[in-house]
């Protein structure tokens, strides 16, 4: 399996800023994902992120909020932008060597005041 | 669209006895169904997969397609099987997405 890391691993940031959360991959892998885990919640995908091209993004999501770059096959970062408390979650990339099987980072933890 | 339902948020269970999470789909195809678990502050990880019919750390997973099921069990729980326990499904021709339940946490007392 890959072996994933996320930085920052958790921030606290104030309402109206952005932050910018990093996907590092040790290996090249075709997909990347990345998903929101409120408090209490399961996982919602916000988007696939294509080496390439755009991102796809889910239903509730949109670019302007979540914008992700994917400039090679290890590496990938998702902005939150113009955060509000609401923004408060664990942010997850994962990436998936085969069809539908996944492996996760360790999430970055996210705090909005 | 999609769904996959884990009816309980939390199940606990004393040490040796069985465990059975439950988890059910909705899709009329052949699903392609995972289970992950996530230990006390460690990371989201693979435990089974349904195509593989493997037993990991004891747990077994079996597909009924009849009553599109696909429940997590175990014969006796240790302790170290408390966690949280994800069912997920491959969302079809969606390009290797998942879609997870709400997860149970299980919890196995002394």
């Known amino acids: 399996s890959a072996v994933i890391s996320q930085k920052p691993s958790r921030d606290i940031c104030q309402r109206g800023t952005s932050l910018t959360i990093q996907c590092q991959v040790d290996s090249q892998v075709t997909m990347m994902f990345w998903y929101r885990q409120q408090p209490g919640q399961s996982l919602t995908l916000i988007a696939t992120a294509n080496q390439g091209s755009e991102a796809t993004y889910e239903s509730g999501f949109v670019i302007d909020k979540f914008p992700i770059s994917r400039p090679n096959l290890t590496f990938s970062t998702l902005t939150v932008s113009n955060m509000s408390p609401e923004d408060s979650s664990i942010y997850l990339c994962?990436?998936?060597?085969?069809?539908?099987?996944?492996?996760f980072g360790p999430g970055t933890r996210l705090t909005v005041t | 669209a999609q769904r996959v339902t884990q009816p309980e948020k939390l199940l606990s269970v004393f040490k040796g006895a069985p465990v059975e999470l439950k988890c059910n789909y909705s899709?009329?195809?052949?699903?392609?169904l995972f289970w992950y678990v996530q230990y006390s502050r460690q990371r989201l990880q693979l435990l089974l997969r349904?195509?593989s019919r493997e037993s990991i750390k004891g747990f077994t997973a079996d597909l009924n397609k009849g009553e599109t099921s696909f429940h997590l069990k175990k014969p006796f729980a240790q302790e170290e099987d408390s966690a949280m326990y994800y069912c997920?499904?491959?969302?079809?021709?969606?390009?290797?997405?998942?879609?997870f339940g709400q997860g149970t946490e299980l919890s196995v007392k002394p």
């Open positions: 997920a499904s491959g969302i079809h021709n969606q390009g290797g997405k998942l879609i």
């Open positions: 899709y009329s195809g052949s699903p392609e």
């Open positions: 994962s990436v998936g060597p085969g069809a539908y099987e996944q492996y």
């Open positions: 349904h195509i």
